[in-house]
């Protein structure tokens, strides 16, 4: 663990839990409510948290639109709202390589960082979703290698874009007349296997350089994307021995490629759910299980390891004649992981479903506040992690119980900062200021 | 003039005069801060104006680098964060068709729509301007026509997309578990000359159905397209008569359409330059005119006209030999109009420059909040206009001026709201909500 340790808020609708928004409290209109997110972003700050971040996808999530909502407001536009309503809190959302133009990209995220004075990140994903592809004209889903082949040069281009503003570009000199400087305003003149870019980008540099890059893929390739390019990763991680190695394994990649490993943070997703006492947090997570609707989480397992749902008994364990992960296109990492959780666990199809219900395949933690921070202290300071990313089984009052119950555990501990120190998320996060200038020189 | 008259105020940075950073009372600074735009939606909202308005391009505005702030935060974030910080006025952004994805732009604005509650617009552009073209791996810029022929399509799948979910498609009951009725989200299935997409959109419908179309093309194929799809048109009109001219041919295209001519509205462009006296007035023009440095300007109109800027006299008239308005396969419109004014005016090319740069070829108006009230009433009461795009020369105290003193006499006159009477720019403009369901059905 570096510095101190990094928390993030990880927003989803009404909250990560599947059945979250069945619950008494939920206000179910509350995810298309722009003060809802405003709302959360304050209990974050409240926190003294690093960020806010959101997940995406371009597209409708089709399997599950009876059972959860499933519309997603573009989270750039929220994120601006919220950087209005905040000061501090960084702000991070997810744009995905594959269906974007890194220009349009670049330029969203360069404007939130300047909105918000220097708090964005980015979280860099490729798609695989055929549901998406579909909405750009795609039949058949890129493979694997094409998608992060696609990313590596969309995130120079990006980088560039981002770098080609020198600081000083901007005189704004009344009396000459001379606004910007255009010999520090340099054109990119990006020309690779997937794009062609001139720039330069409409948007100057932030209070931070640039956003932050996020990357959240944890397959080969993902991790090799991001010892290049990332300053903070996302990860699924079940276990502490599996958060331990995923950990050592990339700092080192980091290390081999040149950069300075404290500066790509290791943040697996935590799925707290709180109680006062033991029995109080089992009590909540048995009532968010009952309210589960099994039908489609069944029925996208059945499509993912190739048995038809009928033939898939909810009470035996999972079958052993599963597809090979060799045969996924799509998110790899979280299918191994799924198989992996299953057979560790020794869970029946029922548990495991319910498991990935209440956090899409991230690992739950149901106890008290005191338990919960045990457990993030164990994590940070045995080498598996740099901090988390926290997800809310149920949102507003998951996240508010984590700031109001576990963050000052944390701050007595000395683990977690009692204010703000700085105003970016770069000194949120203690990463450099990178310099402007060309895409390599930009994360070295 | 149908019902009321509408004002929009159309934002840009610093103001629409090419020197307005550079007089005294200007922040050079604010062009940058969201607060500078979220002050200039609250002083319209406070003079009850229909909605606050940005150009766009997807590109650096090169050539005038040097002469004044040229960047451009993303509009749409700009927006979100104008929205949380009103609650009436209508925000409507610029999107090219050109170089943006239409599911993602679908997306985009539908979300400001739901995060305003019903209060966005999407001004329908396409974007010649080979900056922007090399920024998306274009070499060559499409033609006129191609352009049109994309925008056309780009607009069906957009509304389309819009129409995908019924008003009644969100149950959220949580008895039975049932968040979304998935047979009232429709599938668009779009394949076309252009795109193919799929859908459905992952945002529903807003409390105004969808944004309002806006369409900023006065060609011929923009008309033949406003005609068809646009509920507002933002045009530039330099006299009166061209103003009735333009309403009549494009309100009769729109009846010809099979379409209500009520349900387009004609806003052209109108930049104020108020004084408490009419001397006032003129000595705020002059000291605007003096600091705008001619360089720039100069070099794009020997540009446009193919004569090289050595061999332009800047105080003699427009050259005759210039080329013809059928060779530019840009802003065709914005040609005619410049040529057009020189010659009807008898211009000097210094004039000419000094008149583009007031307002980029829109008309200005100099004179008494009395005096520009006159002239708003005079078009709008004799068929040129149903309301008006307000382009302040300075930015905040051009808008400012002009809410405290021409809307209040509007208003006495009859001719403006006093206050907001829906929620929705809809509501404001007059238009019906469009029925969910197929793109054509959608604005008929």
Redesign the interface.
Do not use: C, M
């Given at each position: 663990m570096s510095q101190h340790l990094i928390l993030n808020a990880f927003l989803m609708n009404n909250g990560h839990h599947e059945?979250s928004?069945?619950l008494?409290e939920?206000d179910?209109?509350a995810y298309?409510e722009?003060a809802h997110y405003?709302h959360l972003a304050q209990v974050a700050e409240r926190g003294t948290m690093d960020s806010v971040f959101f997940a995406d996808?371009?597209?409708?999530?089709g399997t599950n639109?009876?059972?959860?909502?499933?519309?997603?407001?573009?989270p750039?536009?929220?994120l601006?709202?919220m950087?209005?309503?905040t000061q501090r809190i960084g702000l991070i959302a997810t744009s995905s390589t594959t269906?974007?133009?890194p220009?349009?990209l670049a330029?969203?995220f360069a404007?939130?960082d300047?909105?918000s004075h220097g708090r964005a990140g980015w979280n860099v994903v490729t798609t695989a979703d055929l549901?998406a592809g579909?909405?750009?004209?795609h039949?058949v889903a890129p493979t694997h290698a094409e998608r992060y082949s696609r990313a590596e040069e969309f995130l120079e281009v990006v980088l560039g874009l981002w770098g080609g503003w020198a600081d000083d570009a901007t005189i704004?000199d009344?009396a000459s007349?001379?606004?910007?400087?255009?010999s520090r305003?340099e054109v990119l003149d990006h020309v690779g296997e997937h794009?062609?870019?001139?720039?330069?980008?409409?948007?100057?540099r932030s209070e931070q350089g640039h956003p932050v890059i996020v990357q959240a893929g944890s397959s080969v390739p993902g991790m090799a994307l991001a010892a290049r390019y990332a300053e903070a990763v996302f990860t699924a991680q079940p276990s502490i021995e599996d958060g331990r190695s995923f950990y050592a394994e990339l700092k080192a990649a980091t290390r081999r490629a040149g950069r300075n490993p404290d500066h790509l943070k290791v943040l697996p997703g935590l799925v707290p759910i709180l109680g006062s006492t033991e029995a109080e947090a089992r009590a909540l997570e048995q009532q968010l299980d009952d309210?589960v609707?099994l039908d489609h989480p069944l029925a996208q397992l059945a499509g993912d390891i190739g048995i038809p749902a009928s033939e898939i008994d909810l009470d035996a364990p999972l079958p052993t004649d599963v597809r090979p992960v060799e045969e996924i296109q799509g998110n790899r990492a979280r299918y191994e992981l799924t198989l992996a959780l299953a057979r560790r666990e020794q869970l029946t199809v029922r548990q495991l479903l319910l498991r990935l219900g209440s956090g899409r395949g991230h690992r739950a933690f149901t106890g008290t506040p005191e338990q919960v921070a045990d457990d993030i202290e164990l994590w940070a300071s045995t080498g598996a992690a740099d901090g988390f990313n926290i997800m809310p089984a149920v949102l507003p009052s998951g996240l508010e119980t984590f700031v109001d119950h576990v963050v000052p555990l944390l701050r007595r501990r000395g683990l977690f900062r009692e204010d703000y120190e700085g105003t970016t998320l770069r000194e949120h996060y203690g990463l450099p200021v990178p310099t402007a200038g060309r895409p390599l020189e930009a994360t070295a």
């Open positions: 059945a928004w069945r008494p939920t179910v209109t298309r722009v405003q996808s371009p597209s409708l999530f639109l009876e059972r959860r909502p499933t519309e997603a407001l573009e750039a536009l929220l601006s709202a950087a209005v309503a269906y974007e133009e220009y349009n330029r969203t404007s939130l300047a909105i549901n579909a909405n750009f004209g039949e704004a009344k007349g001379v606004f910007h400087d255009s305003v794009f062609r870019v001139r720039g330069p980008l409409n948007v100057a309210l609707v």
